[in-house]
């Protein structure tokens, strides 16, 4: 029976270990004391059990690019008129000082309870011999684990009103936390030995859902922007021309895509670093990749002169007079025409105008063209094709390598406005698209990217390319579009 007293004796220290380190609470103590002796000392105590790895209100990590430490210590929302510390810290060394309003602008430190707000002191631009900060003093850095001190000087002011000297004095604090030292990762990229290791430096949960990629993240990121700025770039180079002369070809890029009106990049394979956005969904690496980026471009070619006269029925007069101030409007605003084309198009309008008048809403259609690319398409609305003209559709093999593209023509709307002709390509696994319903009703072909079970959650299985437009620039969109660099984007299935 002796041994298994011991083993008893042994699960009980084991028990009582493990509670101990369940039971574990970080805390911060500062107390502020007033350079008037007239005034009392205040005190914060702010507490807070082992934090999650995930928890923006508690994280802290050495950044492996640059040495960097990045430290954020706050109170969950919703916290009222207890103490609550505020500390933010993105500094390399363990010793430096801190005023509010020139240091680091990473960096800042205050604490608050229901009257009274403690901070570093603020910078004496008029008198620098009399500025002395807040120091801090790293005591021990690491994944699981937080001690820092505070001393020098800070400053109080009254949360309740406005009090624009404060009041200086001194501050003492230590603060010791612990967190989950454990660190969520990324996939792989295939074919590159990266480190797949989140180490975030931003992790912000609750407002925005976002978070710093993993090294594999960025050199996937590197990757993809760098093949959808190659295979569209010959637009640049073979079709515009960067001219307001009637029949010219102008390139824009579109507001909230990437910007890919610059130089192609050649980065190494593997490369991480330098990336035009850093930051990544918070479960990203949980799910395929998908581009946090929107990829596209608008091709706008001038119009020629328009030509407006009137019709002998003033009703209809009054009404083409209308639609057609209101397109050209939007045609300027979009820079589709220039202001002395809008001017003598307008002025025209207004003096005579025939039936021969063109028609500015089908104007619009055929000189505009917008190319979107979506990688990794993970729903319908990207890869179902609103019909333009549901007589006027096929599924077609053209292009070298795609699974399909769907076309479907340019079509008269009944409200008299038109639909542009809409080209979708397929580069991946799909199902075979069947005639159905898209949106709020709309006819559609329906279609359905197809993900292996167990893929690379870093890996491009899929790609829809969607341009809508004129079809003669379509034609021209295609001819000088290097498709053979998105398909490279491809893992095989």
């Known amino acids: 029976m002796q041994p298994?007293?011991?083993?008893?004796?042994?699960?009980?220290?084991?028990?009582s270990c493990a509670n101990s380190t369940q039971a574990q609470v970080g805390n911060i103590t500062a107390t502020f004391t007033p350079n008037d002796i007239a005034s009392k000392p205040v005190t914060f105590k702010f507490s807070k059990p082992v934090f999650k790895f995930n928890n923006s209100h508690g994280y802290w990590v050495t950044s492996p690019r640059n040495g960097s430490r990045h430290l954020t210590i706050q109170p969950e929302q919703g916290y009222g008129n207890t103490d609550a510390a505020f500390i933010a810290i993105s500094e390399s060394t363990n010793d430096f000082e801190l005023y509010t309003g020139t240091s680091n602008d990473s960096t800042s430190i205050d604490f608050s309870n229901a009257i009274y707000t403690v901070a570093a002191p603020k910078y004496d631009v008029q008198n620098k011999t009399a500025n002395k900060p807040m120091k801090v003093h790293i005591v021990s850095f690491t994944p699981a684990e937080i001690i820092f001190t505070l001393s020098g000087q800070a400053e109080r002011l009254k949360r309740e009103g406005y009090d624009a000297k404060g009041e200086k004095g001194t501050i003492n604090a230590t603060a010791h936390f612990y967190r989950e030292p454990k660190y969520d990762k990324s996939d792989l990229l295939p074919g590159c030995n990266c480190d797949a290791t989140i180490y975030a430096n931003v992790f912000d949960e609750d407002n925005g859902m976002v978070r710093t990629a993993s090294d594999c993240e960025n050199a996937l990121n590197n990757k993809v922007f760098d093949a959808v700025q190659k295979s569209l770039s010959p637009l640049f180079s073979n079709v515009s021309n960067n001219s307001n002369t009637a029949g010219a070809i102008n390139i824009s890029m579109i507001a909230g895509h990437a910007n890919i009106d610059v130089p192609a990049y050649d980065r190494p394979y593997c490369s991480s670093t330098?990336?035009?956005?850093?930051?990544?969904?918070?479960?990203?690496?949980?799910?395929?990749?998908?581009?946090?980026?929107?990829?596209?471009?608008?091709?706008?070619?001038?119009?020629?002169e328009?030509?407006?006269?009137?019709?002998?029925?003033?009703?209809?007069n009054t009404k083409k007079q209308t639609a057609i101030m209101d397109s050209l409007y939007k045609q300027v605003a979009a820079k589709k025409i220039t202001m002395e084309q809008y001017t003598k198009?307008?002025?025209?309008?207004?003096?005579?105008m025939s039936s021969g008048s063109p028609d500015i809403k089908k104007l619009e259609v055929e000189n505009n063209l917008y190319i979107y690319v979506y990688l990794n398409p993970d729903n319908t609305t990207l890869t179902d094709v609103k019909l333009a003209d549901?007589?006027?559709?096929?599924?077609?093999?053209?292009?070298?390598?795609?699974?399909?593209?769907?076309?479907?023509?340019?079509?008269?709307?009944?409200?008299?406005?038109w639909l542009a002709n809409r080209y979708n390509i397929y580069f991946g696994k799909y199902t075979t698209p069947v005639a159905g319903k898209a949106g709020a009703g709309f006819d559609a072909l329906n279609t359905?990217?197809?993900?292996p079970v167990n893929g690379n959650k870093l890996s491009v299985y899929n790609i829809v390319i969607k341009i809508e437009g004129g079809r003669d620039l379509i034609d021209k969109a295609i001819a000088n579009i290097n498709f053979d660099v998105l398909q490279s984007l491809i893992s095989k299935q």
Request: aromatic share 12%; proline share 1%.
């Open 345 to 352: 198009a307008a002025t025209s309008i207004m003096t005579s």
């Open 306 to 316: 328009l030509n407006t006269t009137a019709s002998e029925d003033a009703q209809a």
């Open 448 to 451: 359905k990217a197809i993900y």
């Open 4 to 15: 298994v007293k011991k083993i008893f004796f042994l699960s009980i220290i084991f028990f």
């Open 390 to 417: 549901k007589n006027n559709t096929a599924v077609q093999h053209k292009i070298k390598g795609a699974a399909f593209e769907i076309f479907s023509g340019q079509v008269k709307d009944t409200d008299d406005s």
């Open 274 to 304: 330098n990336y035009h956005n850093s930051l990544t969904g918070v479960y990203a690496q949980k799910k395929y990749f998908t581009s946090d980026d929107k990829y596209g471009v608008r091709m706008i070619r001038i119009p020629a």
